[in-house]
């Protein structure tokens, strides 16, 4: 990883358009949601691209990560291509879940995403697990945990914590405060909204970092990620943030004023980046113009993909309901 107070030209970019991808391709998703290409349950994730991206760049290949419902972002800076994850939204049998997930429960156990999982705090127990594992086979990987501060009321992410800190296990939880458990704001169901403290009650390393600048979640991370691979155990990072839509396209979005909406969009986490880019002189106008071309051509070519992909046989729909015999 190179120094991220000197970031050089290149790298500079890849972190843009890696958060101009998640973007554009959610972006494209409320379209096809809309046009019901896309259907059951579809949580967006624009707002946090800075998080998805920052964290991601911190891992190996063999690093694992679990996430939340609300996961397309992090599926696709993992490694996953954006052909898959759309069929898997159109529900066809060539997407990462056979079609069979949807939205909310990507899955590859090529790129070492365990989940997508679409129940609160679901995932931070598979997590430690699978840090525990990793630990008492020996081998030299973390595990990133990504979920809502909405999680931390579960008893799962307290039991998780505990455990995690007593058996020192390689994991790396990230909290991705967006201040609003679906409709409920933070302020209205936690005695100490600081969720970082609540880690840092079980002895656990934690801070809190401005998850809409996407320099500053790296360099968190990596301090992060480099600490747990040595084996000073787990890691506990809060990263402040906005979704700038809905819970979910269900989400009448009662709770909260177009104000306080409009008052994070100015913290925009692609627009600032691409200023502070500006400032530095690390790209210029045409330079632009071709990542943007390039991601546009790549969300059209993913829609084309999923439009065109099979649906699963009627007659292989019971298939997967028992495990298959292994030749």
Not at 6 to 16: G, M, V
Not at 249 to 274: C, G, H, I, S
């Amino acid at each position: 990883m190179s120094d991220q107070t000197t970031p050089d030209r290149e790298r500079a970019l890849h972190l843009f358009k890696q958060m101009l991808r998640v973007r554009r391709m959610e972006e494209k998703c409320a379209e096809m949601y809309s046009a019901q290409k896309i259907r059951g349950f579809l949580h967006l994730y624009i707002g946090e691209e800075a998080i998805a991206v920052g964290v991601m760049e911190s891992l190996r290949d063999d690093d694992a990560v679990v996430a939340t419902y609300r996961e397309h972002g992090h599926a696709l800076v993992k490694g996953m291509s954006m052909n898959c994850l759309m069929a898997e939204m159109y529900g066809k049998m060539s997407g990462c879940s056979r079609g069979r997930g949807g939205s909310m429960h990507l899955f590859s156990k090529k790129h070492r995403l365990y989940g997508g999982n679409a129940i609160v705090g679901g995932g931070i127990p598979l997590a430690t697990g699978l840090a525990l594992a990793d630990k008492m086979q020996g081998r030299d990987r973390v595990t990133v945990c990504f979920f809502g501060e909405g999680a931390v009321a579960e008893g799962e992410f307290h039991e998780s914590m505990n455990l995690a800190e007593l058996w020192n296990l390689p994991v790396l939880f990230c909290c991705e405060n967006n201040l609003y458990a679906m409709g409920t704001a933070l302020d209205r169901s936690e005695s100490q909204p600081d969720i970082h403290l609540k880690a840092a009650s079980y002895g656990m390393h934690s801070s809190q970092v401005d998850g809409m600048n996407v320099r500053e979640v790296e360099k968190a991370a990596k301090s992060a990620v480099d600490a747990v691979r040595r084996g000073e155990g787990p890691r506990f990072i809060e990263l402040r943030t906005f979704r700038y839509r809905a819970h979910s396209m269900f989400d009448a979005e009662l709770y909260r004023t177009k104000t306080e909406v409009q008052q994070w969009r100015e913290r925009d986490p692609l627009a600032n980046y691409l200023d502070y880019l500006e400032r530095e002189d690390l790209v210029d106008d045409d330079e632009l113009a071709r990542i943007e071309q390039e991601v546009i051509e790549e969300v059209e070519q993913a829609v084309e993909y999923a439009e065109n992909a099979d649906w699963e046989p009627v007659e292989e729909l019971t298939r997967f309901v028992y495990s298959e015999e292994k030749e």
